[in-house]
């Protein structure tokens, strides 16, 4: 879309109002509702409603995490992919010591400066912050989960 804003290190973060605002505060909610309700009227009823609570909101934290983590692996294949394309000799032998975080960071850097960034994360050991904020030209990720 045109009028979509660029992605930039300030903006890049994603933010699912679904999931983070409707799913995660009714989970909050009803255990809040389940604790009170055991508390006040102890018994077996209120405590399995308790579990239950429990349950769902624990399922509901893995599925996020299971699926940011298949992401992981996929951005990690990706890039490997990509760098393995764009890199020279002594640079394409390296990619094997980046990190997972450190290569998910360089996957918003342009071809152009992916060498650059990529020999001074090495050199320097940049933390995925610091990567990000040393791209000059933001390569978006929509993508993403």
């Known amino acids: 879309m045109a009028d979509q804003v660029p992605q930039t290190y300030a903006n890049h973060r994603r933010f699912d109002p679904l999931y983070h605002i409707v799913g995660f505060g009714l989970l909050l909610v009803a255990l809040v509702l389940s604790i009170v309700h055991m508390v006040r009227q102890p018994g077996l009823t ?14 509901f934290l893995l599925f996020r995490g299971y699926a940011l983590r298949n992401q992981d692996r996929l951005i990690r294949l990706e890039e490997t992919l990509r760098m393995e394309r764009l890199l020279v000799e002594p640079l394409r032998s390296r990619i094997p010591e980046l990190s997972v975080k450190q290569l998910i960071a360089l996957r918003f850097s342009s071809d152009e400066e992916l060498p650059s960034l990529l020999e001074r994360t090495l050199a320097e050991g940049l933390d995925q912050v610091a990567i990000k904020k040393g791209i000059r030209n933001w390569r978006p990720d929509t993508f993403r989960v």
């Open 46 to 59: 209120p405590a399995w409603e308790l579990v239950a609570t429990i349950s769902m909101l624990i399922t």
